[in-house]
């Protein structure tokens, strides 16, 4: 499987209609690639809070159809990263968007974990509820969104519903790259899964961004890390390693606390 991961930058002064279209030929020139995958929100910038309820749409709004196009002229399973998505009856949601090779939409995620600490995408958007997975030709998607990658009940949880592969787009601040890149690495590790998190480089509402989008094997090793800038990281896996390496070393088999209520002595 061939995966392509476009870390793109957020240039205020590039209207959003102009890096919709970009977006949208980049994914065409992966026409080789099995699955691409896009940042978080990378129509607004993932700290522009100000823009979010500006540039808000519709679920099957402007990003959508540029989307669906794109996934489908490029034969390729797309994980379009996410939008701030205006829903009639509620609240924004950070809803990511997985298209298939004919361009129908597989699967939205709202994103569960809010970040911003009272502040910023946690009062401006609501939560999720909902686990997703995608079942591809030789592997099943488990999707996250940026913050997520702290929680690690989450990827566990989409283990058990199937999970080989977890895709991570974010719009993660340059200053705690460091985490980043140790728990890429660390839910790849405790879920012996392969990890392709796509970040954003450049800077968004005066944040500079991590870049460092990353792709890590099963047993934790880097197959792939991109620089700070714009790039296409580009990376061929065997999603036959992720059934290899949980029969070579089993400890999925050996969890205790999870699988039925603990007991608790206070």
């Excluded at 714009?230 to 088999?253: G, N």
Aim: glycine share 10%; aromatic share 8%; charged share 25%.
């Amino acid at each position: 499987m061939r995966a392509s991961l476009i870390q793109t930058a957020v240039d205020e002064g590039e209207p959003v209609g102009s890096r919709r279209r970009r977006m949208a030929a980049l994914v065409r020139e992966q026409s080789g690639a099995d699955l691409v995958v896009l940042p978080e929100l990378w129509t607004t910038g993932a700290f522009a809070y100000e823009e979010f309820g500006a540039e808000a749409e519709p679920l099957e709004g402007p990003t959508y159809e540029a989307m669906a196009a794109a996934a489908r002229d490029a034969g390729v399973w797309l994980h379009a990263g996410s939008i701030p998505e205006r829903d009639p009856e509620g609240p924004l949601y950070n809803t990511s968007l997985v298209f298939s090779p004919s361009g129908e939409l597989a699967a939205a995620y709202r994103k569960i974990h809010r970040f911003g600490f009272d502040k910023g995408e946690a009062v401006l958007m609501g939560a999720g509820r909902d686990l997703v997975t995608v079942r591809l030709p030789g592997t099943t998607l488990g999707v996250a969104t940026c913050y997520d990658l702290r929680f690690p009940e989450l990827f566990r949880s989409l283990v058990d519903a199937g999970a080989e592969t977890l895709v991570i787009p974010a719009g993660w601040p340059e200053r705690r790259r460091a985490h980043w890149t140790l728990l890429a690495r660390a839910r790849a590790v405790e879920n012996q899964a392969f990890v392709l998190a796509c970040g954003t480089a450049g800077t968004h509402a005066g944040v500079p961004q991590a870049g460092h989008s990353i792709v890590v094997d099963p047993w934790g090793e880097v197959l792939a890390e991109a620089g700070s800038g714009e790039e296409v990281l580009t990376v061929d896996l065997d999603p036959a390693k992720v059934a290899a390496t949980r029969a070579q070393f089993p400890a999925l088999k050996d969890r205790v606390l999870g699988l039925e209520p603990p007991r608790h002595r206070g």
